[in-house]
């Protein structure tokens, strides 16, 4: 984990590419912290976008990426993970030397791969994944405090010069966050299992949910399946681009689910109870270190 | 559902058995609400019974359920699912006729059927099952409004007495519920999949978080595994009590997990945002309707 004293100057114009939940959040705590002298939101829908700008959270809009890239020094992709590759590619090649390029896709191993090239510059491409989400989507649910006391990866490679790293934790430090570093596969393995895991498995409760067993859903099932809220595309995206991870981590949990059958088969209640002893002190621990990071 | 628009007076003396976090909040909701003259509250630690009725929440305390019943005319057991027959027992053996018996298990099967020849009276039992709670344990997490707005499922028999049924109905919709019947076999095979397997799910995910893994559970993940915070001891004895209704639905889930698979393994993105979107259909109902109840 970086931890950084000395004050950084804020970066002179940043564009956030992609204004919805997350970049709408960024594009507010930009403002709110006075992080950026400028920051333009880049969409493909101008309406959207001056409505953005009229709720106060960009400065300017433009739906002209290379355009709004060749103003920018640093760069935030904040759109789906099967269009960040393009759109990298595509402010890559409008940048000056020197200007930085990261992301928020959920995913990274495919993406930091396509990207390797950009690497060690001029133009440095960063991958970077905030862990601050909702089932909501766009700008209209974003706030400026979504970042506040929450972790974000960046995932590096041997050619990231060390200054851009450094100017890129700074960012997400000033935005509130901690910040660690993992490998794209590293990330995509744990976040198989913390994020895109649960999300199947609250998809998979929702099915299961015949209508008429509606009123009968209680707080229990609506926490438990919540995240099956969350956009479908975008989701779909997710899902494809860290498949073999999520095959291993839905295979765990079919290991699980046969061991409690096995138990609850034979009716052994020492077993039963054991069980469902690990699983509370599994979870009461993440109440007690709600955002400890031990890296 | 039943629709009661006469007043009905007060019960005189309501004793409550197992003055936990069900327990405390109907004791309290019977306070608040002028439902009982007088509430007892029965349980076997004296200290923490005294300390229920210093915060207020019950008129009388007792650990002696005989001496408790005798004076009571509606008992409710909310002990834990395995000691609530011999609780009912025990206080049906000591209350006078007409009196009402219920409880507030989340599972009925075993335990109606147990009670089957209580049905007819002199002292009366029906089942009921109040659909709130949390995954906290205790009455001092015990709130006078759990009950409002939420689901009571009655399971009555074909003997009940009509006029204890009713009073039972008016009982929980005097406390804010609604109320509906269901037969036991019927209830469990329903809960199983809105309660049982909930529970059962989010366990298996907390049981896969590696230590490691921890700083990267954000909220979904904690959305997801919150219920399986709650007491390895009373769900130990709700799913020994439901384990085929639990088995069959985990073996749902495992269709549903086996099918998601199947489309990750071949990369079929139409299937997969198909899959994610019905999901998301089926939970945003939830929201749409949060206690509609079609009985």
Same mark, same amino acid.
């Given at each position: 984990?970086s ?27 930009l403002?709110?912290?006075?992080? #950026? ?9 101008? *309406? ?19 355009? #709004? ?11 789906p ?50 862990l ?33 790293? *450094? ?12 910040t ?59 899902f494809?681009?860290?498949?073999p991870a ?11 689910i ?19 002893r690990q ?15 031990d890296?």
């Amino acid at each position: 984990m970086s931890t950084s004293l000395q004050p950084m100057p804020p970066e002179e114009t940043v564009a956030v590419v992609g204004v919805g939940l997350i970049g709408g959040s960024l594009a507010a705590a930009l403002k709110q912290r006075r992080l #950026a002298r400028r920051v333009i939101g880049v969409g493909r829908n101008r *309406q959207r976008l001056e409505t953005a700008h009229a709720a106060g959270l960009i400065d300017e809009v433009s739906t002209d990426l290379t355009q #709004a890239a060749r103003e920018s020094q640093l760069l935030v992709v904040c759109t789906p993970v099967d269009r960040i590759v393009a759109d990298v590619r595509q402010a890559a090649a409008a940048m000056s030397e020197g200007s930085l390029i990261t992301d928020a896709g959920s995913v990274k191993g495919e993406i930091c791969e396509s990207l390797a090239d950009l690497s060690a510059g001029p133009v440095t491409f960063i991958g970077s994944h905030p862990l601050a989400g909702s089932e909501k989507q766009g700008f209209e649910h974003a706030s400026a405090s979504l970042f506040e006391q929450k972790l974000c990866v960046l995932t590096p490679t041997a050619e990231t010069p060390p200054q851009q790293l *450094q100017r890129l934790h700074r960012f997400w430090e000033q935005m509130g966050m901690r910040t660690c570093e993992l490998s794209a596969a590293r990330h995509d393995a744990i976040l198989a299992v913390t994020s895109h895991l649960p999300h199947a498995v609250a998809a998979a409760l929702a099915l299961l949910l015949d209508a008429e067993y509606r009123p009968f859903a209680a707080s229990g099932f609506r926490d438990t399946t919540r995240i099956a809220a969350g956009d479908p595309e975008l989701w779909t995206a997710i899902f494809q681009q860290n498949s073999p991870a999520l095959i291993a981590a839905l295979s765990r949990l079919e290991g699980e689910i046969a061991s409690l059958k096995r138990i609850l088969e034979r009716r052994d209640a020492a077993s039963l109870k054991n069980w469902l002893r690990q699983a509370k002190t599994s979870r009461d621990v993440l109440n007690l270190v709600p955002g400890k990071i031990d890296d």
